[in-house]
């Protein structure tokens, strides 16, 4: 996938600003793709000379001038060209998991700290995933919104990413409960040196 479809698929939504759609990847896209504001206009400059995207000039007094962007036609079959290409694999990246991989030999409490770190931010995205979701249902339950809703899409992925976060919780959980079990075990079993001197 690219950043190009990404933004594609956010100008579904409407028509939107280029500071609107780096709210846009900020709340919700960046659960499944990344990207700076300094990449998103870049790349709306890239699709705006490609004809994918149209983009207008909105005059305003007391701020500069801002540009709404929107979907083409070309850039509507493109987007639904896209849909029917099979997706790679993804593939996990993960700095974090390389040091609980290596926190045998390293620092562990660092690790540790590292870990709850992670688990902290997962709790902030699942807050506010959820905030973002009670304002997508809008008092309706999720059987209705889904049954009514004229697009489920943006609704679907970000169930994925409140799943992949619930999931970063529950494992680092799980991982810190196993390290600090090591490590109360090791502060409690006694050194080979004082071992020795009691048999002397």
């Known amino acids: 996938m690219s950043l190009k479809h990404a933004v594609l698929a956010a100008l579904l939504e409407g028509e939107a600003s280029g500071y609107d759609l780096a709210k846009i990847f900020d709340v919700s896209v960046a659960n499944f793709w990344a990207a700076t504001p300094q990449q998103l206009y870049r790349e709306l400059e890239r699709l705006a000379e490609a004809g994918l995207i149209t983009a207008r000039v909105v005059e305003q007094e007391r701020r500069p001038n801002k540009r709404m962007f929107s979907l083409t036609e070309p850039g509507r079959q493109d987007l639904v060209a896209y849909t029917t290409t099979p ?114």
């Open 87 to 200: 997706p790679r694999p993804s593939a996990v990246r993960d700095e974090l998991l390389v040091q609980v991989q290596a926190c045998d030999e390293g620092d562990t409490a660092a690790v540790r700290e590292f870990v709850a770190q992670r688990m902290e931010t997962a709790r902030a995205k699942l807050a506010r995933y959820d905030r973002l979701r009670e304002w997508m249902l809008d008092g309706r339950d999720e059987d209705t919104y889904l049954g009514e809703a004229e697009r489920v899409g943006p609704y679907l992925t970000l169930m994925r990413g409140r799943f992949f976060e619930e999931e970063n919780l529950r494992w680092g959980e799980r991982a810190l409960a196993v390290l600090d079990r090591r490590a109360a075990a090791r502060d409690v079993a006694p050194r080979r040196d004082d071992a020795a001197s009691t048999l002397r």
